[in-house]
């Protein structure tokens, strides 16, 4: 199953691109941060450390070692394209064996935000990979993730979500304020909604408990 096969048969009409629980109806909002500081620029201190735990913990509860996911990395062009040719190997480092990068597949689309492309010029490469959740140093790519506006490196600063096959999940810590979670239907994510109750961000919480309760 590609992308835009797993896209249409479990989320039609769905644009993959931020804020996707804003543009979904079976989904939640998980507060990551709490407490920031300008002070916390160390990956050892308190907030920085909850920002990791949160986001892994969410990722182990809905992401089974077996089981088959698509990694999707969306990287903007504002220029002429070319340094992006190859850039899909921004997940290399974060494989356990960099064979399975002869699966990785590359799109060329209209800028995913055109709202913000008055002129049209601008352009997205989408690149993704199929593989299985034991193949993804998913900790540490996690970690990178959350840490894009923290000024801790290493950091990833392209949009990264993860789409469970089985489950028919998708995944999206956007940085280290939060993190979306979206479902075909309740029931799959009706756990971890229960389990991480308290993480769910109270701005959109009575939203969230209708789809739930």
Same mark, same amino acid.
């Given at each position: 199953?590609?992308?835009?096969?797993?896209?249409?048969?479990?989320?039609?009409?769905?644009?993959?691109?931020?804020?996707?629980?804003?543009?979904?109806?079976?989904?939640?909002?998980?507060?990551?941060?709490?407490?920031?500081?300008?002070?916390?620029?160390?990956?050892?201190?308190?907030?920085?450390?909850?920002?990791?735990?949160?986001?892994?913990?969410?990722?182990?509860?809905?992401?089974?070692?077996?089981?088959?996911?698509?990694?999707?990395?969306?990287?903007? /062009?504002?220029? &002429? =394209? %070319?340094?992006?040719? *190859? +850039?899909?190997?921004?997940?290399?480092?974060?494989?356990?064996?960099?064979? @399975?990068?002869?699966?990785?597949?590359?799109?060329?689309?209209?800028?995913?935000?055109?709202? /913000?492309?008055? &002129? =049209? %010029?601008?352009?997205? *490469? +989408?690149?993704?990979?199929?593989?299985?959740?034991?193949?993804?140093?998913? @900790?540490?790519?996690?970690?990178?993730?959350?840490?894009?506006?923290?000024?801790?490196?290493?950091?990833?600063?392209?949009?990264?979500?993860?789409?469970?096959?089985?489950?028919?999940?998708?995944?999206?810590?956007?940085?280290?304020?939060?993190?979306?979670?979206?479902?075909?239907?309740?029931?799959?994510?009706?756990?971890?909604?229960?389990?991480?109750?308290?993480?769910?961000?109270?701005?959109?919480?009575?939203?969230?408990?209708?789809?739930?309760?």
């Amino acid at each position: 199953m590609d992308l835009n096969i797993f896209m249409a048969e479990n989320f039609p009409d769905l644009p993959l691109r931020p804020p996707l629980f804003y543009n979904w109806e079976i989904g939640i909002r998980f507060e990551l941060g709490i407490e920031f500081s300008r002070d916390y620029y160390t990956e050892n201190n308190p907030y920085v450390q909850e920002v990791y735990n949160r986001a892994i913990s969410l990722f182990h509860s809905l992401h089974s070692k077996n089981e088959e996911i698509i990694i999707v990395v969306d990287i903007d /062009d504002f220029k &002429d =394209g %070319k340094a992006y040719k *190859h +850039r899909g190997r921004i997940i290399s480092p974060y494989l356990y064996e960099k064979t @399975i990068l002869y699966k990785l597949q590359h799109r060329e689309l209209p800028f995913i935000f055109p709202e /913000d492309d008055e &002129d =049209g %010029k601008y352009k997205t *490469h +989408r690149f993704t990979l199929r593989c299985k959740v034991s193949d993804l140093r998913y @900790i540490p790519l996690l970690k990178a993730i959350c840490n894009q506006d923290l000024g801790i490196q290493p950091s990833v600063y392209n949009r990264i979500y993860f789409l469970n096959v089985h489950r028919k999940t998708i995944f999206h810590v956007y940085d280290d304020r939060g993190c979306d979670v979206l479902a075909a239907s309740p029931e799959a994510i009706k756990d971890i909604y229960q389990r991480y109750n308290s993480w769910i961000l109270d701005y959109d919480r009575e939203e969230i408990d209708k789809v739930f309760i």
